[in-house]
């Protein structure tokens, strides 16, 4: 107030009264009075319009407004400017009506000194300088309560709204907010949320220290619940007394369901994550070329091989795919990009540890707004044992169907034996009957007899192969050793070695595991075996025994998918135990090999063999799940070798049995 | 000493004939219906009887058990003849749920030693 000039408009129609006050206020003001006059009030308002002033000092008793009329005629300015009313008479009826129109202060003529005069403009300036700042300052804070989402409140101690805004009282759902006050928490709130409410707040009104940003579940009594962040001060008077709360909340309700959700859905993808063990991983492509490769937790389970592992060689998952897969599953890869097709196959990989697992591998694209792949999100699960499950099931259904050709055709085979032998009988007993006739006195007569004789006993051989070839028989499985089946083999046909002037040569192998087999069975095709191996060698010759354990190889295990009718047999890497019989004789024209296995196929001149030798021996250790192999041997002669499962040490008799 | 008496049951007539004319030193009833095996069994009153397995009318496993429910003929030997086993089951002396039975075709010594065997002869 010191440095800046006071502008006074002073509205006065006497002149003598004019220049006094300028004289008055010369005096007081030091000069820092600008005084403009206006006589009527018609031009007062017009000046005071253009503005610039900073009180008015106002005369009562002007030609164009007369009293408080001419107050009434400044009214529209008086929030802007104050206006001291001047009286020349004692009139304090007047001066109190003034007043009460918006008159900042009144005077009376003739009455005021200079520096009374000029603190009461001053004062009048600073009132209403005041009286406009806190009605600005008020405008704004009413702003803010009105239109601030975030609700806010004023309690006093008892804990009783006193003023809230609208957001609040919506809330409580009200129009109004005056309709909330005098109400408490507990008109609005469950009991149990009313009651810590109002800890806080006389937590707050005893200490003095506010309650910054406090999540609160707020439960109404319907029962739904809402989250909010909430503020509670202390609500002081001017002596500084704690005289209630402010409060100020938001509803955070949205973003708390938000988080709720978010939280649990990422709980579920870690839990996923844990369960899956599988291996996730995203080929990340630009411009149509693989740029990065992201490789997920179930990549070191699935492989073997860790992600860093696969980042540092590029070349790795095409490696480990198994040798005979590799090629198809590239292909199927490149034309699955190519076409833009769905990527699923089922191969085997070559782990770190080096064991063969399936596994499928399917991808989908991931593709941008505009539509262009940008990665490819795949999942390669192992499905080694589903793999082995559908591969047992299978061979079991292979083993079933087996069976059920076997009963029909062992009902037929012994349909057959019943008719055929019954004849033979007749013509054994008979021929018998002729051996010892007078008849049989004739040479001639007892050669024809004897022919009669063998021929009832080859017709009988064929039926009675027939009959073992087809009928269903359960195995009497136990676990034997080949070693010794082998010895009792030969022991049988011992005799028609020696007399075809054979030689033996075994090389039957040490701690040899034993194998799960019918012992009669298979007693029987060794026999079998080394009977055809026999006759292939009528001259003489060398017959090898040898028995060894080894690994399938991989290359040697039958393909899983190669439709083999008698099911899997046996995986690479297992143990297994075989047994080869080597001649020295002729071979198998090539061309026959083909066939060795088919009923009724023979190499052997008539009377020599039934032809169905071979086919139960097959039968037979296809019953046991073991494989049969007759090759020509580079150096001449057959080698026959039979392949069964190995017993490992600790293996459970029940469980392993075919 | 009188000879042995032997039962044969089967449908074949003329494996039973011939038998009987291969084998003179037995007294052999040939039965070639096997619904009248009982009572021929019961009124022959043989050592011992050889059964056919499969016959039109009746298998020779029930004859059999009929034949085990008459007191006089519970404890005569039986022993089946069958056409129908394996190379294993054929071996002589091997038995078939307890029972011993002879494969088909028998030879002429095959009967005469199992007839001793049993009978003692």
């Known amino acids: 107030m010191s440095g800046t000039p006071i502008h006074v408009l002073l509205v006065e129609d006497n002149p003598g009264d004019v220049a006094l006050l300028k004289i008055l206020l010369a005096e007081e003001s030091e000069g820092r009075v600008v005084i403009e006059t206006a006589s009527r009030i018609s031009e007062a308002a017009k000046r005071l319009n253009a503005g610039g002033f900073d009180v008015v000092l106002l005369d009562l008793t002007l030609p164009d407004a007369r009293g408080t009329e001419a107050l009434d005629r400044l009214q529209e300015h008086v929030s802007r400017v104050p206006i001291i009313v001047q009286t020349g008479m004692d009139d304090d009826d007047v001066a109190v009506k003034a007043m009460q129109l918006g008159a900042q202060d009144y005077i009376t003529k003739g009455r005021s000194d200079g520096r009374l005069l000029m603190r009461r403009i001053r004062q009048a300036i600073e009132r209403t300088r005041m009286a406009r700042d806190l009605a600005e300052h008020r405008r704004r804070l009413d702003a803010l309560l009105e239109n601030i989402p975030d609700r806010v409140y004023f309690k006093n101690r008892a804990g009783e709204f006193i003023q809230v805004n609208p957001s609040l009282a919506r809330l409580y759902g009200f129009d109004d907010p005056r309709q909330v006050l005098g109400k408490t928490d507990a008109d609005f709130f469950s009991a149990e949320h009313a009651v810590q409410a109002r800890a ?66 990422e709980e579920r993808y870690v839990r996923l994550l844990d369960s899956v063990k599988d291996y996730v991983y995203s080929v990340v492509l630009d411009k149509g070329r693989v740029v990065s490769t992201q490789h997920g937790a179930g990549c070191l389970a699935v492989t073997g091989y860790s992600p860093e592992e696969f980042e540092k060689d590029a070349m790795l998952w095409h490696r480990i795919i198994f040798p005979e897969d590799r090629d198809a599953v590239v292909n199927m890869v490149l034309s699955a990009v190519k076409d833009d097709t769905p990527f699923e196959v089922e191969h085997r990989l070559v782990r770190k540890d080096g064991e063969i697992r399936w596994i499928r591998n399917k991808h989908v694209p991931r593709r941008n707004a505009s539509g262009r792949i940008v990665a490819y999100d795949g999942l390669m699960s192992d499905i080694t044992e589903k793999k082995r499950a559908d591969e047992d099931l299978r061979a079991a259904q292979a083993q079933l169907m087996q069976a059920e050709k076997l009963h029909s055709s062992g009902q037929l085979a012994a349909g057959v034996a019943h008719e055929v032998k019954n004849p033979l009988q007749v013509i054994l007993i008979g021929s018998q009957f002729l051996s010892d006739s007078p008849l049989a006195a004739d040479p001639q007569m007892r050669a024809v007899i004897q022919e009669m004789l063998d021929a009832v006993q080859r017709a009988n051989g064929v039926v009675q192969d027939l009959l073992d070839f087809a009928s269903p028989r359960e195995l009497g499985m136990q676990p034997r050793s080949l070693n010794a089946l ?151 002669g057959v080698i026959a070798s039979v392949t069964l499962k190995a017993i490992k040490q600790g293996d459970n008799a029940r469980k392993e049995r075919p | 000493m009188s000879k042995k008496r032997i039962l044969l049951v089967d449908d074949e007539s003329g494996f039973t004939r011939l038998l009987r004319l291969t084998l003179p030193s037995y007294e052999i009833r040939e039965e070639n219906n096997a619904l009248k095996a009982v009572q021929a069994a019961k009124e022959f009153k043989p050592d011992m009887i050889f059964l056919d397995v499969i016959m039109p ?51 002429r010594d095959q009967v005469d030693e199992c007839i001793r065997r049993h009978l003692g002869c």
């Not at chain 1, 319907?222 to 100020?248: C, F, Q, R, S, Y």
């Not at chain 1, 143990?575 to 296995?597: M, S, Y």
């Not at chain 2, 009746?58 to 086993?85: C, H, S, W, Y």
Request: include cysteine.
């Open chain 1, 486 to 636: 082998l010895e009792k083999a030969i022991r049988f046909v011992r005799h028609d070695i020696t007399k075809a002037g054979i030689q033996i040569v075994t090389h039957l192998a040490d701690r040899l595991p034993e194998v799960f087999v019918d012992a009669t069975k298979i007693e029987q095709v060794f026999v079998n075996l080394i009977t055809n191996a026999c006759h292939a060698m009528p001259h003489g010759g060398k017959l090898t025994v040898t028995t060894r354990e080894r690994m399938m190889s991989a290359a040697e295990s039958p393909r899983h998918d190669s439709g083999d009718r008698s099911g899997i047999r046996f995986r690479p890497g297992e143990a297994v135990v075989t047994a080869e019989i080597r001649d020295t004789g002729t071979g198998v024209p090539p061309e026959k090999l083909g066939r060795i296995f088919e009923p009724f196929f023979t190499t052997k001149s008539t009377g020599k063999g039934t032809g169905l030798g071979l086919c139960v021996t097959q039968k037979i250790i296809d019953l046991h799940r073991g494989k049969i192999s007759i090759e020509n041997h580079p150096e001449g």
């Open chain 1, 200 to 265: 806080d707040e006389d937590d707050v009104l005893r200490t003095g220290r506010p309650i910054v940003g406090k999540m609160e579940k707020e439960t109404f009594p319907d029962g739904h619940t809402t989250w909010a962040l909430t503020t509670k001060m202390p609500l002081k008077n001017e002596a500084g007394e704690i005289i209630g709360t402010i409060g100020v909340s938001r509803d955070i309700t949205e973003l708390k369901t938000a988080e709720i959700a978010l939280r649990s859905s």
């Open chain 2, 57 to 107: 009318d009746a298998d020779g496993g029930t004859i059999a058990a009929q034949m085990r429910e008459e007191p006089t003929l519970k404890n005569v030997p039986i022993v089946f003849l069958t056409a129908i086993v394996s190379k294993d089951e054929a071996r002589s002396g091997s038995q078939i749920g307890g029972c011993e039975f002879l494969a088909k075709p028998v030879s």
